[in-house]
């Protein structure tokens, strides 16, 4: 088959769609989607959130040096689009979600109670990169509901069907089957 360039687009799919919390310095909290975000660094463990600077979240994230990477299960689809969509300019997205803001173990910034997994973060440094300023975070803490954990206490999606997002087409998919384990292609060779 031909193959069509079609120019410079963000055609990386899919990437995460997750709900990240923040706050002000006066506790006042905000839940905004993200899809430009994801681990980085392994030790120390880091995640980072690509943020434009016309989100109100925007100011919060540089207020506090704070935010919360909250993992919504794919039975959260609706609230994380509407968090894409709402600004805090205009809407208080915890009332029209009707998530409930719980305290984090670490930064001050509330996690959300419905997410099964929940990634305290804290700013070590920003960089202007054109449209977005990325925010390069070192991860503090990690929560799971027992519920989405195997007895190895690692986080199993099978129990808690998160989805991703294809930026370019703009659509939100599951995640149905596991393929294969890390490690897995290789292990057939050196047989
Ligand atoms: C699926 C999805 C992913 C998004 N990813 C980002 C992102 O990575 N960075 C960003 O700045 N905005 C992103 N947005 C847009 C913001 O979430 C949106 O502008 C939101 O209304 C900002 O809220 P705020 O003004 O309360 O901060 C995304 C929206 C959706 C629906």
Not at 6 to 18: C, E, M, Q
Not at 80 to 95: F, Q
Not at 145 to 157: P, R
């Amino acid at each position: 088959m031909a193959k069509k360039n079609i120019g410079t687009v963000s055609a990386i799919s899919p990437i995460p769609a997750f709900m990240a919390t923040c706050a002000d310095k006066n506790g006042n909290s905000n839940i905004i989607t993200i899809s430009y975000g994801g681990i980085i660094n392994a030790v120390p463990p880091m995640a980072y959130i690509s943020v434009r600077d016309t989100r109100y979240s925007y100011h919060m994230l540089k207020e506090t040096g704070e935010f919360v990477i909250n993992i919504p299960g794919g039975n959260l689809t609706k609230e994380t689009d509407l968090c894409g969509i709402l600004s805090a300019r205009k809407v208080n997205k915890w009332e029209a979600t009707k998530l409930t803001p719980v305290e984090a173990s670490i930064v001050k910034v509330p996690m959300i109670k419905e997410c099964p997994v929940n990634i305290e973060c804290v700013i070590k440094h920003i960089i202007a990169l054109g449209s977005h300023d990325i925010f390069l975070a070192e991860i503090v803490a990690t929560h799971a509901d027992e519920e989405v954990l195997n007895d190895k206490n690692k986080v199993m999606i099978d129990k808690f069907k998160p989805f991703a997002f294809c930026y370019n087409a703009q659509e939100y998919w599951t995640l149905d089957s596991l393929i294969g384990h890390y490690g897995w292609a290789a292990k057939e060779i050196d047989k």
